[in-house]
């Protein structure tokens, strides 16, 4: 087990159902290549729901434990896309994608911008001027509006999945 300490973190002021969310440009990273991206874009190719799922830089533990449980549960076949979201730069979305066989495909945002933009950026324990996504996701509609939303209030924090895709209509 790890050795780790639970902190909470402070309120948010992410997007809420019902709202638009928030445009943003940014390399998106595959196994094979990455090219600048908007959000809008992606949600305008999806064959139904868009789902962006926010997790720390993907060298860490949560990361590696949410991208496995989607996984899993095949996430990629039941939601119309679903997208990464993470603090680290194509290089290391590239060695990460290597490293694991997933699915899908990651925005990189090193700036931690989009995360600003969604009001879910915090920073990281001890390390000036370094910020990271809280674990979050976010399900679009083929309009770009948020129609089921979680955001983590503990790092680390897992949601229940189940209740998870009751929350973006997975089901």
């Known amino acids: ?5 639970v902190v909470e973190l402070g309120p948010t002021d992410h997007p809420e ?9 940014r390399p998106l990273v595959t196994d094979e290549f990455w090219e600048d991206r908007t ?18 830089m993907t060298g860490s533990f949560l990361a590696k434990y949410i991208w496995d449980e989607l996984t899993e549960r095949n996430w990629d076949e039941r939601a119309g896309r679903v997208v990464g979201v993470t603090a680290s730069t194509p290089y290391g979305i590239k060695r990460f994608l290597g490293d694991n066989d997933y699915p899908f495909a990651f925005f990189a945002d090193p700036s931690n911008r989009v ?27 083929d309009a770009g509006t948020i129609e089921g939303a979680w955001v983590a209030t503990n790092w680390p924090h897992f949601p229940d999945y189940d209740e998870l895709e009751t929350e973006l209509g997975l089901e």
Do not use: K, N, Q, W
């Not at 959000?39 to 799922?53: A, F, H, I, R």
């Not at 001027?129 to 399900?139: H, L, M, V, Y």
């Open 17 to 25: 159902p019902g709202e638009e969310a928030p445009e943003f440009t």
């Open 115 to 141: 995360a600003e933009s969604y009001g879910i950026e915090h920073e990281l324990d001890g390390m000036t001027g370094i910020s990271e996504p809280r674990a979050a996701f976010f399900a679009l509609d």
């Open 1 to 5: 087990m790890m050795d780790f300490e």
């Open 39 to 56: 959000l809008s874009e992606l949600v305008g190719e999806s064959d139904g729901t868009t789902v962006l799922v926010f997790t720390p």
